[in-house]
């Protein structure tokens, strides 16, 4: 009678195979960022370390890209919002036809592909600029500037959907009311349907702020010579990438739990049940405060930034080291013994000048290198990747065994 | 201080669709004026002409003289109250009152003191900081009211207020607008398809069919007179028959309605078109009209059959049946009951209670 029948087991099952799937790429990736392995990997685990973060703020490349996404993305909200807000307005004014096709306009920049929308932003842009015979310094060229629009497009489509949720529960007799009693058409708008949106307004906002902030297919194009987030990430992804990503993952789940957090302690503050509960016990009330609670967050969150500052994995990460270098002498050893060629000098010359990275941090890219290499195209071999021209002695038979190891 | 409102020759047109034809009519300061019509007669289209949110395609609406063309909603000296009230949700009932006096200008401070002044008269003293949610039906409708009345309009329109109220608190309230208008002393113009609210309430009433103004008079007149076969059969309940005109001498006619002998019936200076002898006519007689008759010397006897009875209470209401036509009569209940089934019931009415009327379209019940 213990063991429970099959059948009643399956939706535990299904909840912990659907929670896996959820957040088990999360939870690696966090895992990720504090071992001090130059690949993202959990195993084998090498070192518990906090260097990535500082590698990344570090990253000069990466920090700019942070910076764009963030001026792009409230320009973004900036012009996006108000062009939903209108587009909903409007469609929730015109009569039922005239309504079904503006809204198939409206909404087909949503259906349109990232990659069409970046590549039209760029031409049509482009072709205006050179009517006016605009500079290249001109905002007809400018990266940030052709992105917002570019997003702009489709953005105002998503945040016109969320308005056009809410509006269809707006009673327009309050605004011909409003109009009645004296208001003038834009006081109407201001005191009575804006204070209606406003919780619209909010989620539109951060709807718009995150769709620009994660977009790649549309910005790609039209970043042109400049870089976001998403676009030094792609690149890293494609130039080899270290565990500095996964501390960037760690930051933004961090910040969205704190938010999450917060808000929900927020709406649990303001239930009417909880009302109850408090009235009688001051000590509580000030305790469950969402204010408190934020304070909390915030002494944590100062708390691991200093912890990370401050942690030294120099001793371990050394050891690491040694024992690598340890394992990469006896490999060469080995390769001296079972293919006497003339390529084995390189690696003894080229480890011991790189110590920051082990010779196992450059094997994958080495192997995304070397088919790059192998297809005669070099000129796209980063610095990022200083074993990719060391292909050669990295054979895979030979990396396969020291992971073995 | 009030304002009269004339409507000269006023047309509106949607497309084909006529809303409203000829519309012409003067209502003087101070009146309790009603519309009365079913839904789609367009009296709402007539009231948003005068408040400012419908231009009409011809004709022109005179507030106080003047002609109202380009005069938007805001602009004009009247408040509207919606029918679904359209109080504001998110703003406290004060901030709901004093709405009219914020987007002019007016500070806080003074604000206040006129919504606390409304709310007294509205019987709802202190009440200023609750939610418009937490208020029930009536006191929604009386905040609508102390709204419109915030910046003193010269016109009070008034948009089938009662229409989402129960029956009890609908009554309640016709007897408090009647007052409130009593008190204030403005025009009031009310829209309504309920006729119990229309003559209860109102100095005088505009009976609408289909666009058009049938019949204006005061309550008494369009109830006893009415002019046209719509308002006899929309206001009130009515017998109908089909008759023939056999003579007319400018006060009696005779009326053949194949019903035994030639009815009787009087005509009156403030009834319908006349009728000449030998034209079809509609007779009319009221339920509360028709009388059990006593014995056989009475006027404008006929008999007729038993068929069924509903039973109201005060009224009876007793449905029979005189050679294939359904009549309705009504009863006051003093606990006797004269009227037996498969007896032939015996009835007459007095001359100057039927009404004989052109042939026309009958209100759908």
């Known amino acids: 009678m213990k063991m429970k029948s099959p059948k009643a087991m399956i939706p535990g099952l299904y909840l912990t195979l659907f929670f896996a799937y959820l957040f ?79 809204y198939t306009i409206f909404i087909a920049p949503i259906l349109v592909p990232g990659v069409v929308i970046g590549l039209s932003t760029l031409i049509f842009w482009d072709r205006i600029g050179t009517f006016f015979n605009a500079p290249y310094e001109s905002f007809f060229y400018d990266g940030t500037f052709l992105t917002i629009f570019g997003q702009v497009t489709f953005i105002a489509a998503y945040s016109m959907l969320v308005f056009l949720s809410r509006i269809q529960r707006f009673d327009h007799t309050l605004t011909e009311a409003a109009l009645d009693m004296g208001a003038t058409p834009t006081q109407a708008f201001v005191k009575v349907l804006l204070p209606f949106m406003a919780p619209a307004i909010g989620s539109a906002t951060v709807l718009a702020f995150l769709a620009s902030l994660e977009n790649y297919n549309t910005t790609v194009f039209t970043i042109v010579s400049s870089s976001t987030f998403t676009t030094v990430l792609s690149s890293k992804v494609r130039y080899g990438l270290d565990p500095s990503i996964s501390a960037v ?3 933004i789940i961090s910040i969205t739990l704190i938010g999450a957090i917060i808000f929900e302690v927020r709406n649990r503050y303001n239930s009417k049940g909880w009302a109850l509960v408090i009235a009688e016990r001051p000590a509580l009330k000030v305790a469950t405060h969402p204010g408190t609670v934020a304070g909390i967050l915030g002494v944590l969150a100062i708390g691991a930034v200093l912890f990370i500052q401050n942690y030294d994995s120099n001793a371990c990460t050394a050891q690491i080291l040694e024992e690598k270098r340890a394992l990469q002498q006896q490999l060469m050893e080995q390769q001296s013994l079972d293919t006497p060629t003339p390529t084995q000098s390189a690696p003894s010359s080229t480890v011991p000048s790189m110590p920051s990275l082990g010779p196992l941090g450059g094997d994958e890219g080495g192997n995304e290198g070397g088919d790059e290499n192998g297809a005669g195209s070099d000129s796209s071999a980063p610095a990022s990747n200083p074993f990719g021209g060391a292909n050669g002695i990295f054979a895979p038979q030979n990396l396969r065994g020291s992971e073995g190891n | 201080m009030t304002k009269e409102i004339s409507l000269e020759h006023v047309w509106v047109e949607f497309g084909e669709f006529t809303a409203v034809q000829k519309a012409n009519l003067n209502i003087a300061g101070g009146e309790f004026f009603s519309f009365l019509g079913p839904s789609g007669c367009g009296k709402t289209t007539l009231l948003r002409c005068i408040s400012g949110f419908q231009d009409p395609t011809r004709g022109v ?12 909603p805001n602009k004009r000296p009247t408040a509207l109250i919606f029918q679904n009230l359209a109080l504001f949700p998110l703003r406290s009932i004060a901030d709901n009152i004093a709405f009219p006096l914020e987007v002019r200008g007016v500070d806080k401070k003074t604000r206040r003191k006129r919504a606390d002044e409304l709310l007294e008269l509205i019987a709802l003293p202190g009440q200023g900081d609750k939610k418009v949610s937490e208020l029930s039906g009536g006191q929604k409708q009386r905040v609508a009211i102390a709204r419109a009345l915030a910046v003193e309009p010269d016109i009070l329109l008034l948009d089938e207020p009662l229409s989402a109220l129960d029956l009890k608190l609908r009554q309640h309230m016709r007897t408090e607008l009647r007052a409130i208008q009593k008190q204030v002393g403005l025009t009031f113009i009310y829209i309504t398809h309920d006729q119990g609210e229309a003559l209860t309430m109102s100095d005088r009433i505009a009976v609408m069919n289909k666009g058009k103004v049938e019949q204006i008079g005061n309550g008494r007149t369009i109830y006893d007179h009415p002019t046209s076969s719509f308002v006899a059969s929309f206001v009130g ?9 056999l003579t007319n001498d400018g006060k009696m006619m005779t009326i053949d309605a194949g019903l035994g002998a030639a009815f009787k019936v009087e005509n009156h200076p403030a009834g319908g078109p006349a009728l000449a002898p030998g034209d079809v006519c509609q007779l009319f007689v009221r339920p509360e009209a028709l009388h059990l008759a006593k014995d056989d010397s009475g006027i404008n006897q006929f008999e007729s059959k038993f068929v069924s009875e509903e039973f109201e209470g005060n009224m009876r209401h007793i449905v029979l049946d005189a050679q294939g036509k359904k009549l309705k009569l009504s009863l006051i209940n003093d606990g006797t009951n004269a009227i037996r089934a498969n007896a032939p019931v015996k009835l007459d009415f007095a001359p100057n209670l039927g009404i004989a009327l052109k042939p026309g379209e009958l209100a759908s019940a």
Request: glycine share 12%; aromatic share 6%.
């Open chain 1, 24 to 102: 088990g790429p999360l939870i690696i990736m966090v895992i990720t960022a504090f071992n001090s392995s130059n690949f993202p990997r959990v195993s084998p685990w090498e070192c518990f370390t906090t260097d990535w973060f500082g590698k990344l703020v570090a990253d000069d490349a990466l920090i700019e890209g942070i910076g764009n996404s963030l001026i792009i993305g409230i320009g973004v909200v900036v012009v996006a919002i108000p062009i939903g807000l209108a587009a909903a307005i409007m469609l929730s004014q015109v009569g039922p036809k005239l309504r079904a096709s503006l």
């Open chain 1, 249 to 251: 993952a760690v930051i």
């Open chain 2, 61 to 72: 609406v005179r507030i106080g003289g003047n002609d109202m063309k380009g005069v938007g």
């Open chain 2, 237 to 245: 309940e009515n017998n109908v028959m089909d008759g023939t005109v």
